[in-house]
């Protein structure tokens, strides 16, 4: 009879243990075919001179509270799945945690050569691919959206998952062309509200965006030094108040970007290598 305990204990216990890992485990997740380059031609792509198809961006990920460095993590939260809701989380810290939190120290924007299973949206825009990784490693799974390259703007969205979702409220990566220096525009724009509900309790989603092409500056990164359109802007409402800097290289598109969000965080994205 002990025998037959202690072999179904085993037994539970090694079930468990894969059970465990296999939950709080967020790197390489299998990714769905929805994720996957596989659908048809986006021609409107054809004439991208930034954005090309299959070209991959990779920015490094810096955040400051206050001027105190800040580490990213996301984790499969426990208590979240027993209680039946989403349980990928995240926290932002100054402690250096371990496994389970996986830390988020780059993106790589990855361009897709197809619609991406996007339907109209993909005949609008350029589908683009963000995959929040540690090192070389990717972490769960990736967050799809678009990019804008014509004759008349490029406009970029940004992370958006996770801790990213605060992006919502600042203005979003935009150049107007011709490009000049001095040039302002403005447009008003409406967080969804499921988004902004769970962002400290605002209850105003509509922001106006306001954005100035102040001057050219030379910026170093790890690829070099490149001259870039420096971009300030602005995203206000009667709760809001947050401002973003974009630099635009007329290679690489939008080398760095800075956001000051709405819980006094700064986020800086540094392009770090392109490839293809």
Request: hydrophobic share 35%.
């Amino acid at each position: 009879m002990r025998k037959i305990i202690f072999t179904v204990t085993i037994i539970t216990l090694s079930i468990l243990a894969v059970f465990m890992y296999r939950f709080f485990n967020l790197y390489g997740v299998a990714e769905p075919e929805t994720l996957w380059d596989t659908d048809s031609s986006n021609l409107v792509s054809l004439d991208n001179r930034i954005y090309l198809s299959s070209r991959q961006f990779k920015y490094s990920v810096a955040i400051t509270k206050n001027g105190v460095p800040q580490n990213l993590y996301i984790f499969n939260n426990l208590k979240n799945f027993m209680q039946g809701k989403n349980s990928i989380d995240y926290i932002v810290t100054e402690k250096k945690l371990s496994y389970p939190y996986c830390l988020v120290d780059n993106l790589v924007l990855t361009v897709f050569r197809t619609n991406g299973y996007m339907g109209s949206f993909g005949n609008q825009q350029t589908i683009i691919k963000y995959d929040y990784c540690s090192g070389e490693k990717r972490i769960f799974l990736a967050e799809k959206t678009g990019v804008v390259e014509d004759s008349t703007q490029v406009f970029l969205h940004p992370p958006r998952l996770y801790y990213f979702k605060l992006n919502f409220f600042n203005p979003y990566p935009v150049i107007k062309r011709p490009i000049q220096i001095g040039a302002d525009w403005q447009y008003n724009f409406y967080v969804p509200e499921q988004i902004g509900s769970a962002s400290n309790g605002i209850s105003d989603f509509n922001v106006n965006l306001k954005y100035r092409i102040e001057s050219i500056d030379s910026i170093k990164i790890s690829m070099g030094k490149f001259s870039c359109y420096k971009i300030n802007s602005t995203g206000r409402n009667s709760q809001v108040e947050t401002s973003s800097q974009f630099y635009f290289n007329d290679e690489f598109g939008f080398v760095k970007i800075v956001n000051n969000t709405i819980d006094s965080m700064t986020t800086i994205l540094q392009l770090e290598a392109v490839s293809k």
